[in-house]
């Protein structure tokens, strides 16, 4: 998806200050960002929910800069002061292609497939060159809930600790 988007943000944008500029895209323009946006209270999901922040914030930029060129203000709608630049697009092929269209233009439309990697991305999100098929990775509306799992050396630690501790809280 970043490599067919026309506006990116530039790689002066980091961690620190990637929040207030996802504030001021979408605060110019709701729309732009509703490929992105999530209600877990509702489960909707934008198309590019599933990306890294940096890559949403491609999305959001690009989608804005589309709106002002469509509307004759195209000149400057990719600058932000330098934050961001514009890039030549390249068009979507394959797999990649269909699961763009399946999102539609606005971001808003559903995505039927989990993308499989293909070895290397931009965004510094990375590929490992596995698929993903089958799984619920980067499919709209699944998430994939992260497990904590102790063994029994753990729980045993744990249960030593506790002990010592209660002894401890006793004694004095």
Not at 37 to 55: K, V
Not at 111 to 116: I, R
Request: glycine share 18%; proline share 3%.
């Amino acid at each position: 998806m970043d490599k067919a988007l026309n506006c990116v943000p530039s790689s002066q944008i980091n961690d620190d200050n990637i929040g207030d500029f996802f504030g001021l895209v979408c605060g110019l323009s709701e729309s732009a960002c509703a490929g992105i946006a999530a209600n877990a209270t509702s489960g909707d999901y934008g198309a590019y929910g599933m990306c890294n922040p940096m890559q949403q914030l491609g999305w959001a930029l690009n989608s804005y800069y589309e709106q002002q060129l469509a509307a004759g203000n195209g000149a400057s709608a990719c600058d932000f002061s330098g934050s961001a630049t514009t890039q030549a697009a390249a068009s979507p092929t394959g797999q990649c292609a269909e699961l763009i269209s399946q999102a539609g233009s606005g971001g808003t439309g559903t995505v039927t497939s989990a993308p499989t990697a293909t070895g290397g991305s931009s965004g510094g999100s990375g590929g490992s060159g596995s698929s993903t098929t089958g799984s619920s990775a980067g499919v709209p509306g699944q998430s994939t809930v992260a497990s904590l799992n102790f063994g029994y050396v753990q729980l045993g630690l744990y249960m030593v600790c506790a002990f010592v501790t209660g002894a401890g809280m006793i004694i004095l």
